[in-house]
């Protein structure tokens, strides 16, 4: 089945910088691949998404890149504000279905002021 | 937006005993909702599939018995965790996709703490 691997585990970073997660994915048939933000006892929210027939997106200050060769995506914050501290999630669609979701492990971003 | 609600909140039980959770979409139908399960600092895990109308889809070491899932109409669903134990203790979420926007998104319910003791 899909395997989904994300790194790093923890991020700190000061206000302003740029922060970069990375994932990587096992099943070349996956298509759809979300990242996901969720902030202590909090549910997960939609931050931004791509699918394989597309490169890279971008969304002010949030854009993901994925490279279907390598198996693998990122996903890039730029200018990082202290409320983006939270943990963030990025999954993998299973082929047959956009809907049904494996999850990497998460990484804990800290934005210093 | 689409919005997906759960209920309870939190719950705290006795060992033993069964607990129901709801997932519900509030402004859009769905005929496939999800489970997971979130242990602290860790990631989600699907649990299962729940699928209107039919039984639901249980991934692999997740035992169905012991987590019943009912989706009982386009806009319910219900985990049941039965006889429940303190290592059954975590935070249970539900996710339904939607369409709305023109793409197929999945939307998360807030979550419920389970605690069992």
């Known amino acids: 089945g899909e395997n989904v691997e994300q790194h790093p585990s923890t991020l700190s970073v000061q206000e302003g910088d740029s922060a970069v997660i990375k994932c990587t994915y096992s099943d070349s048939a996956s298509n759809y691949f979300p990242w996901y933000k969720q902030e202590l006892g909090k549910r997960p929210q939609l931050i931004i998404d791509i699918r394989s027939n597309v490169g890279e997106k971008k969304d002010q200050r949030i854009a993901v890149t994925l490279n279907k060769t390598a198996k693998h995506f990122s996903l890039h914050i730029t200018e990082t504000q202290p409320e983006d501290s939270a943990v963030y999630f990025c999954a993998a669609s299973l082929p047959g279905s956009s809907y049904k979701l494996i999850f990497g492990s998460g990484t804990r971003l800290l934005v210093r002021p | 937006g689409a919005v997906v609600s759960q209920h309870p909140s939190r719950v705290i039980c006795k060992s033993g005993t069964s607990v129901k959770i709801e997932c519900r979409s509030l402004?859009?139908?769905?005929?496939?909702m999800f489970w997971y399960r979130q242990f602290p600092k860790k990631s989600l895990m699907l649990m299962a599939t729940?699928?209107?109308?039919?039984?639901?889809?249980?991934e692999q070491g997740v035992e169905k018995d012991k987590f019943l899932i009912n989706h009982a109409s386009l806009t319910l669903s219900t985990l049941t965790v039965t006889s429940a134990h303190p290592e059954d203790s975590s935070f249970y979420i539900c996710s339904a996709p939607s369409t709305t926007g023109g793409w197929e998104t999945q939307y998360f319910g807030p979550g419920t703490r389970l605690l069992v003791l």
């Open positions: 402004d859009f139908q769905a005929t496939t």
């Open positions: 729940s699928n209107e109308g039919s039984k639901a889809t249980y």
